[in-house]
């Protein structure tokens, strides 16, 4: 918000010098006055610029202002032309007059006929001098020009245009019209004519407004005026050194792009709402063109934007990880930090800045990607087939094209066809973008007639659409893209084959790296083609040039429409193998198994977890034999471990029990492979906090293993050790501590002491130690367990960042605050780094930390450590996960260290509430509550309720602890204090005496 001081007389924009309202007796109009204000005011730097310039002149010249700002920089226009442009017409030539408008506009001339002889070749230079540009300006007339010499397929002036197009420059283009007048010299190519009708041609289709001129005086005036409203440079956007920094993963221009002027003029008009993000959905059918209008847009005002970013969000699952790859090319996040920390610092960076755009293309469910919405002074684009979205934008629906604009599509596709012809095409695939594309480009590239067009249209389209009239695919899309597949098996069966695998798998970029590396997987076709790198470049090429997928560098990508369209044509490839048992076999042996605590495999695993998904799917899974069920239930089973050790075990959950429930359907409760299953599906839960149905299904499990296996196998020990976990998390430390000996005990036996699963024993029995005060022996257990485990798998693994993290602990409960410190702080940053800022275990430490930092009376920053571990968890675990109330009581103490014991209080008595629900009033982390909310109550001065509190407290900490655990002894000294102060002295001093603490 920009300050505005009054003035007698006058309005002025505070620090500015900008006269807004002062009248003046002469011919400057009140309203031209204002309109140098509004410019300001708005905020809109580009129009300020040069509007702010003419009327300080103005105000100068009248003696109100003398101190004028700067004129803006004028800006580099390149003049792209054939050179008899600069001779004719004789007396005033089209390039005389290009002049005399950019100099009228105050901007500088760049031409390449002024250049100096140079050691580099034309072209170089030509394409140094385009890029340096900040505007070109093509006078497109009749002949072609000069074939660069490198490149005879091109002239100069393309070459030229090129550079532009590559280089981002904005492009001014003017065409000659038919009626100029000129010599044959000027207006006659013999030898390149038909090239530069072409090149005029593609200049029409090229995405930027061409203007049609016939002679140097209507070239001048209208340059002028496109020069004046072209938006200058911004320089509030630069960066260092003035250089404006550029994200763009917006996909190129549609080709061929036909009407819309209506929908992008609407679209252009909400989206310029200055002063908050604009959310607008493009809604409507598969097919109708809401994402090639999208893209058409952002390719339109591509100089607004300093970055604008493509989010595929179809799976609201992927749409975090593509924010967090923006958040990354932005270098606001390491390549370790989590995709939680990413979306994050990028929301809080798009808040303060302007000139970005995000796409979220293919989103379908408005609940779903409202929490990826970012906020601020920038614009946001959905495409979608669901029209629900009033509540988070403004929804447009697409419809189809006019028939004006059906036939001019076709014809860009197909020159030959006429008027008629085009008609009957439009007609048949009923004015849908997507449909006339496809037909076009058939009936330009096959030998397919119109009539032939048409037929097979009608033949195919009854079968291809089998299903309800309420069909995600218009029938003429459907029908469209069956001539293509069908044309494809023809020209290049291989090519088919390719995009009948891409079909099984997600609508995702599926690397071409994986594919070949793991080619002696699949079938003929296409595993030849994929072997074959030159094989590969003519099939990719082939279907890139069919618009039959997206095709990169490094990866191809097929769209859902035409996928499912495959997938329900072709079940199976041509071996007659099922192609989904095929991809399930790719992803098998693409993926590596190990994948709980190992972060070096990770990287492949987010990259082909979509793909997963997608060909597990039960719709997908339909299409094979039970042959290959145990292939789906591994690729299941590991997708969900990956989830949960990457930290998000809500993820996870839904994906491990499918795959319980499929082993023991198939194979029976006690085969090894279900009880492995209900082993993960149980770990799942504990990390839920769903300890009683963990324990549950721990405990069966088990009893199960003991019966198949022994009581000393791997399996069974395992197990054991789980349900451990399960009872201590319930607060049942003895039993979980004299399960943990007995498993200890035997893991050393069986395994060796040293081996990882004995390891964890001894970390867990370390922890039971420490849960019943016995402090020195839990440390002693874990100084040995972490020695070993950095020993066996190194300082950083996730393992022995866990041990670390439980001897930090111990010190603080022994007193040694500083040494607890400091690898509770050594612990932190290692997993940071190698789990991510949000993963539960890095939300550990941190507690631990803040925990370590209030016992060293270092009260505010443990406050604020608390305050973000608190605002992690719940975003993370949610609300009521232990780990969240763990966070909360320990915020409520730090606000009691600092005084702010209402605040503290109301946290603790959400606490206990949401403790005494999830845990049960007798769970020691309850009874923590309880204890801390009596301290609340007794700092202020309600030293009744307190000792009500207190009393019961010591009670079930008796009944569940011991009389002598250090928890069961902090309630008895709080209940005596409470005792004192409420007069009872000798009772206080009696319990004192009975528990042996002085006062």
Not at 484 to 502: C, E, K, V
Not at 574 to 601: F, H, K, Q, Y
Not at 632 to 652: F, K, N
Request: hydrophobic share 45%.
């Amino acid at each position: 918000m920009v300050a505005v001081e009054l003035a007698v007389g006058a309005r002025r924009v505070a620090g500015s010098g900008v006269l807004v309202g002062h009248r003046v007796a002469t011919g400057v109009s009140q309203p031209a006055l204002d309109a140098v204000g509004a410019a300001w005011m708005l905020d809109r730097p580009r129009e300020r610029a040069g509007l702010v310039y003419r009327f300080w002149v103005i105000a100068e010249i009248l003696g109100v202002v003398t101190d004028r700002p700067p004129r803006p920089a004028p800006r580099r226009v390149f003049l792209s032309h054939t050179l008899e442009l600069r001779r004719f017409p004789v007396g005033r030539s089209f390039v005389a007059a290009a002049e005399s408008a950019v100099a009228r506009a105050g901007d500088a001339v760049v031409d390449m006929a002024y250049f100096s002889a140079r050691a580099e070749t034309p072209a170089r230079v030509c394409r140094e001098a385009v890029g340096a540009a900040d505007v070109l300006v093509l006078i497109a007339g009749f002949r072609y020009g000069s074939p660069v010499r490198d490149r005879p397929e091109v002239s100069y002036c393309e070459l030229e245009h090129e550079a532009a197009v590559d280089a981002g420059v904005p492009r001014l283009v003017f065409l000659l019209s038919a009626d100029t007048d000129g010599p044959a010299e000027m207006c006659v190519d013999p030898e390149h004519g038909g090239r530069q009708r072409a090149f005029r041609a593609r200049l029409g289709d090229s995405g930027v407004t061409t203007a049609s001129v016939s002679s140097p005086g209507e070239l001048e005036a209208a340059l002028v005026q496109a020069l004046m409203q072209l938006p200058r440079p911004d320089a509030s956007a630069a960066g260092p050194g003035g250089v404006v920094r550029r994200v763009w993963t917006i996909p190129p221009r549609v080709v061929g792009f036909t009407g819309r002027d209506e929908l992008l003029t609407r679209l252009e008009a909400v989206l310029r709402d200055e002063g908050r993000v604009v959310v607008q959905a493009l809604t409507g059918m598969a097919g109708v063109g809401k994402t090639s209008t999208a893209i058409e847009y952002v390719h339109r005002h591509d100089r607004e934007f300093d970055v604008a970013w493509w989010v595929p969000a179809e799976d609201p699952a992927v749409v975090a990880d593509r924010l967090a790859e923006l958040a990354r090319v932005l270098d606001l996040v390491g390549p370790t930090d989590s995709v939680e920390v990413g979306v994050g610092r990028l929301f809080g960076v798009l808040r303060e800045r302007d000139r970005w755009l995000v796409v979220f293309d293919n989103a379908e469910d408005p609940r779903a990607l409202a929490p990826y919405l970012p906020s601020g002074p920038g614009r946001v684009v959905i495409t979608s087939r669901n029209p629900g979205w009033r509540q988070l934008g403004h929804p447009v629906g697409v419809g189809v094209l006019a028939r004006a604009e059906s036939r001019a599509l076709l014809r860009w596709w197909a020159p030959d066809l006429t008027d008629s012809d085009a008609d009957r095409v439009a007609e048949a695939v009923g004015d849908l973008p997507l449909a006339l594309e496809q037909a076009g480009s058939l009936l330009a590239d096959t030998a397919l007639s119109v009539e032939a067009f048409v037929e097979l249209l009608a033949q195919r389209a009854g079968e291809l659409l089998d299903h309800d009239a309420g069909g995600a695919y218009p029938r003429s899309v459907a029908a469209a893209w069956s001539i293509a597949f069908d044309q494809l098996a023809t020209d290049h069966p291989a090519a088919l084959a390719l995009l009948g695998l891409l079909a099984w798998l997600a609508p995702e970029p599926v690397s071409l790296a994986i594919l070949g590396e793991h080619a002696t997987t699949l079938p003929d076709p296409p595993a030849a083609t994929l072997a074959d790198p030159l094989a590969l470049a003519r099939c990719t090429g082939l279907l890139h040039r069919r618009a039959l997928a997206t095709v990169s560098p490094h990866s191809l990508q097929l769209h859902r429409v035409p996928a499912a369209l495959l997938r329900d044509r072709e079940h199976r490839c041509a071996s007659g193998e099922p192609w989904a048992a095929v991809v399930i076999r790719l992803l098998g042996a693409a993926l590596p198994g190990d994948v709980w605590n190992n972060p070096g495999v990770w990287p492949i695993w987010r990259q082909l977890l979509p793909h997963v998904l997608a060909v597990t799917h039960p719709d997908r899974a339909r299409h094979v034999a039970d042959t290959v069920d145990e292939q789906i239930a591994w690729l299941l089973d590991h997708a969900a471990t990956y989830r949960q050790t990457r930290g998000e075990p809500g993820a996870a959950r839904p994906l491990f029990e499918r795959v319980h429930r499929l082993r023991r359907d198939r194979l029976g409760g006690d085969h090894p492979d279900t009880l492995t299953s209900a082993n993960n599906l149980a770990l799942d839960l504990s990390a839920l906090g769903e300890y009683r149905a963990a324990r549950k299904l721990d405990e069966d499990t088990l009893t199960r293993r003991r019966r198949v296996f022994g009581d000393d196998h791997p399996h069974t020990l395992t197990s054991a050790s789980n349900l451990a976990l399960d009872l201590s998390a319930l607060g049942e430390y003895r039993a979980a501590r004299e399960l943990n000996e007995d498993t200890l005990t035997r893991r050393r036996r069986v395994l060796g002491d040293d081996h990882p699963d004995t390891l964890t024993s001894a970390n867990n029995l370390a922890r039971d130690l420490s849960a019943l005060g016995e402090y020195r022996a839990a440390r002693e257990l874990d100084e040995d367990t972490l020695t070993r485990l950095r020993r066996m798998l190194g300082d950083d693994h996730p393992d022995t960042l866990i041990s670390a993290n439980n001897l930090a602990a111990d010190l603080s409960a022994l007193g040694e605050y500083w040494a607890a410190r400091e690898l509770n702080e050594d612990t932190l940053t290692r997993r940071r780094r190698v789990l991510g800022d949000d993963h539960p275990d890095t939300l550990t430490s941190a507690n631990n930390l803040a925990l370590a930092m209030r016992t060293l009376g270092e009260y505010r920053a443990a406050r604020e450590l608390d305050e973000d571990t608190l605002t992690r968890r719940r975003r993370v675990l949610d609300d009521d996960h232990p780990d969240t109330l763990i966070s909360a009581g320990n915020l409520a103490l730090a606000l009691f260290a600092l005084g702010e014991h209402q605040a503290a209080r109301e946290l603790d008595e959400d606490t206990l509430t949401r403790r005494r629900r999830a845990l049960g009033d007798d769970h020691p982390d309850t009874l923590t509550s309880a204890s801390n909310l009596a301290r609340n109550l007794s700092a202020l001065g309600e030293h009744q309720a307190a000792r009500e509190l207190n009393e019961d407290t010591l009670t079930r900490r008796r009944r569940v602890l011991g009389d002598d655990h250090p928890d069961t002894l902090i309630s008895a000294s709080n209940l005596a204090r409470d005792l004192s102060a409420l007069g009872e002295h000798e009772a206080a001093r009696a319990l004192l005496s009975e528990i042996e603490v002085q006062p």
